[in-house]
Each structure stands twice: as C-alpha cells, then as structure tokens.
C-alpha cells in the first residue's frame, strides 16, 4: 500500500522557516514526480511545489517562488518542502502527494 507520512509542520513567527518532510512508501519512489500541496481554513487545497523525476526539475506556485524550496532523496525515499520567509498566509496544512494518494498532512500556523 501506498503511504505517504508527512511531518515537520508547527507554529512559527512571521520570517520565520519550517522543513516539513515526507516520508513515502509502497511505490518505486524515484520513479515518481512529488508535489506538496496546502488548504488554508475555508480555502480550497492549492499545489505549492512539484518536484520531477529525471534531473529533479521543479515547479512552484507564484505565492512561494523563491521561498519555498522542494527537493527529494531517493536514497531515503523522502520528499522536502523547505519554507523560508513565511508568512501568515502561509497558513495551512500541508499535504504531500503521489499519483493519486495523498499523506496524512501537517498543520503549519505562521502568527506573531
């Protein structure tokens, strides 16, 4: 079975950073683009960033575009969303998905 584990999400000040880390298992990881994806209360679920397969090209949503960085390791089958300069609405749970499956989310709350 497909899972998806996410975890590193907290409270933090505004300018603040946050790893948030999935952790994948039940597919061939390294074969398979990763993408983490955010809700905000009363909002509907948005992509954030998107990181490909070959030479791990990477895409992201204009809010996070030169914040947020997404990278993977295969070695470990671990997908990462490193968050910087966050803001309040960066508030969210923060969702990480594969082909169809989401993981559990992690709450990330940026307030003063």
């Known amino acids: 079975d497909v899972q998806l584990q996410a975890f590193g999400g907290g409270r933090v000040q505004p300018g603040g950073s946050l790893r948030l880390s999935c952790a994948a298992s039940?597919?061939?990881?390294?074969?398979?683009?990763m993408s983490w994806f955010r809700q905000a209360p009363g909002k509907e679920r948005e992509g954030v960033a998107c990181i490909h397969t070959n030479a791990g090209s990477t895409d992201y949503a204009d809010s996070v575009k030169g914040r947020f960085t997404i990278t993977r390791d295969n070695a470990k089958n671990t997908v990462y969303l490193q968050m910087n300069s966050l803001k309040p609405e960066d508030t969210a749970v923060y969702y990480c998905f594969v082909g169809g499956y989401w993981g559990q989310g992690t709450l990330v709350t940026v307030s003063s």
């Open positions: 039940g597919f061939t990881f390294e074969d398979y683009a």
